[in-house]
């Protein structure tokens, strides 16, 4: 990780557990080159954790939002960090 890495932490809801979400998510972040994870919650909603450039990880973002996933997305609450963790690659948990 760099210095100027940020962490992006977003709460997907909609429907998008059962549909492949996790697993298109993990692939458009290993496109951009970033680090993190996605993974299930309890109450229906998914996690997206990524590490990486700004402008890198708003791109991911962005492609969350996009309409343009598996499922349906009905909002996305995203939250910005200069935290960052040490993460080896991007995981579907």
């Known amino acids: 990780m760099s210095e100027s890495d940020v962490r992006l932490t977003a709460l997907v809801r909609g429907r998008v557990q059962g549909v492949g979400f996790r697993w298109w998510t993990r692939s458009r972040a290993l496109e951009l080159g970033l680090t993190g994870y996605v993974a299930n919650r309890l109450d229906g909603r998914v996690l997206v954790v990524a590490q990486g450039p700004r402008d890198t990880c708003q791109r991911l973002l962005d492609l969350l939002q996009s309409g343009d996933t598996p499922g349906r997305v009905d909002a996305v609450d995203a939250e ?14």
């Open 80 to 93: 910005w960090s200069d935290d960052t963790e040490d993460i080896e690659g991007f995981s579907a948990r």
